[in-house]
């Protein structure tokens, strides 16, 4: 029987090329947003967020490409050739990890001023800015075992980090951040404004509607790369796998960084075709 491989995991390669067409999705949601009323009212610092995580995307999305560009024209189909991977695919983990960080402080900083008491504020910013930060050293370590293994190194660098841990606390740890965030969002939006007026129990639903969509998607993508990662973290044929799920965060975090800002458009669109669709005072539809 030939040791020789085709591809590594078809799925990790399909999934790449689903990225760059996520990253074309990219642009047009940051031309969008350019052109809406919220980039008006933005502050310089959100832009360059913006700008920094459609750069680093870009960089991220490169990668990805130089994947689909050795793997397809790769003459040497051995199992050790195709295995070990490259330099550049070692090094995705931190680019993503980057990603996450950028778009998890500025979410958990805006979701932090619907907090009204000062202390209560200050604990949530500390918790998410702890969780933020373990999930981006977790990166790193997957990114350091994720190097190791490309060169033929599978054993733990530092004892209990071996890839499988590295990817686990990796994604759960940005799981637990993405659900923290909605999760005291929506409960502080509710107890602001629910019950108060039709208008804001309107204006609730609109932006918990948005706010959940724009987190699931990271959120279910991380959840299922640490299962992955648990599940064929340590596999010599299937340690591909999470790879494959985590490729799409780093467009689905900006994706859902831009949809968060544009919250207030999507507010003043659903109130206005709603109020356009009811019928005037005193009239029956």
Same mark, same amino acid.
């Given at each position: 029987?030939?040791?020789?491989?085709?591809?590594?995991? @078809?799925?990790?390669?399909?999934?790449?090329?689903?990225? $760059?067409?996520?990253?074309?999705?990219?642009?047009?949601?940051?031309?969008?947003?350019? /052109?809406?009323?919220?980039? =008006?009212? /933005?502050?310089?610092?959100?832009? &360059?967020?913006?700008?920094? =995580?459609? &750069?680093?995307?870009?960089? %991220?999305?490169?990668?990805?490409?130089?994947?689909?560009? %050795? %793997?397809? =024209?790769?003459?040497?189909?051995?199992?050790?050739?195709?295995?070990?991977?490259?330099? @550049?695919?070692?090094?995705?983990?931190?680019?993503?990890?980057?990603?996450?960080?950028?778009?998890?402080?500025?979410?958990?900083?805006?979701?932090?001023?619907?907090?009204?008491?000062?202390?209560?504020?200050?604990?949530? &910013?500390?918790?998410?800015?702890?969780?933020?930060? #373990?999930? #981006?050293?977790?990166?790193?370590?997957? +990114?350091?075992?994720?190097?190791?293994?490309?060169?033929? $190194?599978?054993?733990?660098?530092?004892? !209990?980090?071996?890839?499988?841990?590295?990817?686990?606390?990796?994604?759960?740890?940005?799981?637990?951040?993405?659900?923290? $965030? +909605?999760?005291?969002?929506? $409960?502080?939006?509710?107890?602001?404004?629910?019950?108060? =007026?039709?208008?804001?129990?309107?204006?609730?639903?609109?932006? !918990?509607?948005?706010?959940?969509?724009?987190?699931?998607?990271?959120?279910?993508?991380?959840?299922? +790369?640490?299962?992955?990662?648990?599940?064929?973290?340590?596999?010599?044929?299937?340690?591909?796998?999470?790879?494959?799920?985590?490729?799409?965060? !780093?467009?689905? %975090?900006?994706?859902?960084? #831009?949809t968060t800002l544009s919250i207030g458009d999507v507010v003043e669109r659903e109130l206005a075709s709603a109020d356009r669709a009811s019928p005037p005072a005193g009239r029956k539809a």
């Amino acid at each position: 029987m030939s040791d020789d491989l085709l591809s590594p995991d @078809p799925m990790s390669l399909e999934l790449s090329e689903t990225v $760059i067409g996520l990253y074309g999705s990219i642009i047009s949601h940051l031309l969008n947003l350019r /052109s809406s009323p919220t980039w =008006t009212r /933005s502050t310089r610092l959100t832009k &360059l967020v913006c700008y920094g =995580t459609v &750069l680093i995307n870009t960089a %991220y999305t490169a990668l990805l490409c130089h994947d689909i560009w %050795y %793997y397809g =024209t790769l003459p040497d189909r051995a199992f050790l050739s195709v295995a070990s991977g490259t330099l @550049p695919q070692a090094i995705e983990p931190i680019v993503l990890s980057a990603i996450a960080l950028v778009v998890q402080i500025t979410l958990g900083v805006r979701s932090s001023r619907i907090i009204k008491h000062a202390t209560t504020r200050y604990v949530y &910013l500390t918790g998410i800015g702890c969780l933020a930060i #373990f999930t #981006f050293l977790a990166g790193i370590a997957a +990114t350091a075992t994720s190097v190791r293994w490309h060169n033929f $190194i599978s054993d733990a660098w530092v004892p !209990g980090i071996t890839l499988r841990n590295s990817m686990m606390c990796w994604m759960w740890g940005a799981c637990a951040t993405d659900l923290c $965030i +909605t999760i005291v969002y929506l $409960i502080h939006l509710r107890r602001n404004l629910r019950g108060k =007026t039709e208008l804001s129990d309107s204006v609730v639903l609109v932006i !918990g509607r948005v706010v959940i969509r724009s987190a699931s998607y990271t959120t279910i993508f991380a959840a299922l +790369t640490a299962i992955m990662a648990q599940r064929f973290g340590d596999s010599a044929t299937f340690f591909d796998v999470p790879y494959a799920f985590s490729g799409p965060l !780093g467009a689905l %975090y900006t994706l859902s960084l #831009f949809t968060t800002l544009s919250i207030g458009d999507v507010v003043e669109r659903e109130l206005a075709s709603a109020d356009r669709a009811s019928p005037p005072a005193g009239r029956k539809a």
